[in-house]
């Protein structure tokens, strides 16, 4: 007999978390945004990127994969973000890794290729508004200056001691995207909060 108890709703990492990310960014009065992006799909992609394969992977995913060390490329809505001379993580809504793997396998052909499905690795908070960097500044040592990490930059680093990948996004007033294991979400969510109760009591 066919299992018919209903299915629990997927609880992201940091769903009890939400209601003190939306008090401290209404409490902030403007000066920064803080908010989960849960289950964003995350697919690892590695390839030769010398080889016949990444140019077809990029044809497929109308995406080509960025070459400069540390940049991001977005089309549509999906997001490459370079990790490293044979690695790329690619990021998009919920529920499309399995089109992403199909797709990139399809056109990788005969080529040699490593798709994962990392989603569940990790969560995604956002952080924006006038005074993001500066709060991100507090607990990172990557120089966050326009100049230096500006719209389209991305990096693997620490924040408030904890492992992270962080993309400066190119949409206007997108603000970062801050990528976390889920296993430290709670943490980070924590620092961030933290952090941010300067501007929260001050509202600058």
Not at 56 to 72: I, K
Not at 75 to 88: F, I, Q, Y
Not at 105 to 130: F, H, M, N
Request: aromatic fraction near 4%.
């Amino acid at each position: 007999m066919a299992d018919t108890a209903p299915t629990a709703p997927l609880r992201s990492p940091l769903s009890r978390a939400a209601d003190r990310l939306a008090s401290a960014t209404r409490a902030s009065r403007g000066a920064v945004r803080l908010a989960e992006l849960p289950f964003l799909a995350q697919v690892d992609l590695r390839l030769d990127a010398k080889g016949a394969a990444a140019d077809a992977v990029g044809v497929a995913l109308d995406l080509p994969l960025p070459l400069e060390p540390n940049t991001v490329v977005r089309g549509g809505r999906l997001t490459a973000l370079w990790l490293g001379p044979d690695e790329w993580l690619l990021v998009g809504p919920p529920g499309i890794q399995r089109d992403l793997e199909s797709r990139i396998r399809a056109a990788a052909a005969d080529e040699p290729v490593s798709v994962t499905d990392v989603s569940a690795q990790r969560t995604t908070l956002l952080v924006s508004g006038p005074r993001a960097r500066d709060l991100l500044s507090h607990g990172c040592s990557l120089d966050l200056h326009p100049r230096a990490f500006g719209a389209g930059r991305c990096a693997q680093t620490t924040l408030g001691r904890t492992q992270v990948v962080l993309v400066a996004r190119d949409e206007p007033r997108a603000g970062f995207w801050v990528l976390v294991r889920s296993s430290y979400a709670a943490h980070l969510a924590d620092w961030l909060l933290d952090a941010a109760t300067e501007y929260v009591s001050r509202g600058d």
